[in-house]
C-alpha cells in the first residue's frame, strides 16, 4: 500500500509482434507482479481494430482485478507502427479504453527490442526476424527511422526474404533457368514432396500455407555451411542489409565515430550463423570501425517494462530487478 493507504501503483508495458504479444503488469519497484501472451497484434498485418483487441484482451489480464487508478504507467511497443499517422491512429483505436490514460505510450517495437539490449544513451537497434527494419537513437532525443513496409519501402531481408529467395532459387535450379544449387534438394527435403512443382502449385492454390516459405529460412544458412556459392551469397547479402541500416542510423545521427551499440535482434539473428555474424562484423569494421555488435536473446517485452518503469519515474534499483525478473519471460 502506499503512504496513504492508497494501492500501491503499477505498470503495465506491452509488445506486440507479427506472432506473439507479451505484456507484462509490475510494480514501481520493480517485481513482475503478472505475465500473459496473446496471438499477434502487429496493425500492420492484422488490422487496427484486430490489434486494439488483443492488447486490450492482455492489458486486461494482467490488470485482473487492479483498478485503473493503480496504474502509474502503460506503455505499448507494437512492429507495425512505423509512420506518424498510424502512431495517431493507434493512439485513437485505443482512447476508449478505461486503461488508456493521456499518458501512455504507444510506438515501434523496435524501442523495446533496443532497451533490452542496451541502456546506452546513443544505440541502434535492427530486427531481423520474420522482416527487418532498424532504429537509431541519440542522447538529445534525435532519432533515424525506416517505414518499413517491404519492398516498396526498399526493404530486403529477415526470414520472408531468406525463405522467398530460397524457393525462387530452387525453382529456377530445377527448371534449368538457374545455376545449381544445393538449396533445390533441401528445399524439397524441407517441403517433403518428391517434385518441387508440387509445393509450388500447393502454394499457388493455397493449399500450403504462406508461413512454410518463411520456415525455409534455416534451409539458406545449411546450404551455406556445405558452401553451396548461392545459399552464402543470400546469408552475405543479408549481412550487408543489416550493416546498411546500422550505417544509415550512424550516419543521419552523427555517431559513426562513436563507440555505438548495435543492438541486433530477431530469429535470423538470434540463429547466430557464423557466416552471417562474421560478415555483419567486417561489415561494421568498414563503416564504423567503434560500432560493438551485439546479439539480444531477451525478449523485448523485457526492453518494454524498462521503458515504462522508467517513464513512471522507477528507481535505478527498481529498473535493476525489474531486468532480472524479467529476463526469462
Given amino acids: 500500500m502506499s503512504a496513504a493507504g492508497a494501492p500501491a501503483p503499477v505498470v ?9 504479444t ?10 513482475l507482479l503478472a505475465h500473459d501472451r496473446g496471438p499477434g497484434s ?11 483487441s488483443t492488447v486490450d484482451a492482455v492489458v486486461s489480464s494482467v490488470l ?5 487508478g493503480e496504474l502509474a504507467q502503460v506503455n505499448l511497443y507494437l512492429s507495425g507502427l512505423d509512420f506518424p499517422a ?32 542496451t541502456d546506452a544513451p546513443d544505440a541502434v537497434a535492427i530486427v531481423c526476424g520474420t522482416g527487418i527494419n532498424a532504429i537509431g537513437v541519440r542522447s538529445d532525443g534525435a532519432t533515424a527511422r525506416f517505414p518499413a513496409v517491404g519492398a516498396i519501402s526498399g526493404d530486403w531481408g529477415g526470414g520472408g526474404t531468406l525463405g522467398a529467395e530460397a524457393l525462387w532459387h530452387a525453382v529456377r535450379a530445377d527448371d534449368g533457368r ?27 492454390f493455397d493449399r ?3 508461413s512454410s516459405v518463411t520456415a525455409l529460412t534455416p534451409v539458406v544458412f545449411a546450404a551455406a555451411s556445405e558452401g553451396d556459392a548461392v545459399a552464402a551469397e543470400l546469408v552475405q547479402r543479408q549481412a550487408d542489409e543489416i550493416v546498411a541500416y546500422a550505417r544509415v542510423c550512424l550516419t543521419r545521427l552523427g555517431l559513426t565515430d562513436q563507440e555505438v551499440p548495435i543492438v541486433v535482434g530477431g530469429g535470423v539473428a538470434r540463429a547466430r550463423h557464423p557466416l552471417l555474424v562474421e560478415g555483419i562484423r567486417a561489415g561494421l569494421a568498414d563503416v564504423a570501425p567503434q560500432a560493438r555488435l551485439q546479439i539480444v536473446d531477451a525478449a523485448p517485452i523485457l526492453g518494454a517494462g524498462l521503458l515504462a518503469l522508467a517513464a513512471s519515474g522507477a528507481s535505478a534499483e527498481a529498473l535493476a530487478t525489474a531486468r532480472a525478473e524479467l529476463a526469462g519471460v
Avoid at 12 to 20: L, R, T, W
Avoid at 22 to 31: F, R
Fill in 12 to 20: 503495465i508495458a506491452v509488445d506486440g509482434g507479427g506472432s506473439k
Fill in 22 to 31: 507479451d505484456a507484462v503488469l509490475l510494480s514501481q519497484d520493480g517485481h
Fill in 42 to 52: 502487429s496493425p500492420q498485418t492484422d488490422g487496427l481494430e484486430s490489434s486494439v
Fill in 64 to 68: 485482473g482485478a487492479r483498478g485503473v
Fill in 86 to 117: 498510424e502512431i495517431s491512429a493507434y493512439r485513437a483505436g485505443i482512447a476508449p479504453l478505461d486503461w488508456a490514460t493521456d499518458g501512455t505510450v504507444v510506438d515501434n517495437d523496435l524501442l523495446a527490442l533496443l532497451r533490452a539490449g
Fill in 178 to 204: 538457374g545455376p545449381h544449387t544445393l538449396l533445390l534438394e533441401k528445399v524439397r527435403d524441407a517441403f517433403g514432396v518428391a517434385y518441387l512443382s508440387t509445393a509450388v502449385e500447393d502454394l499457388h
Fill in 208 to 210: 500450403r500455407s504462406r
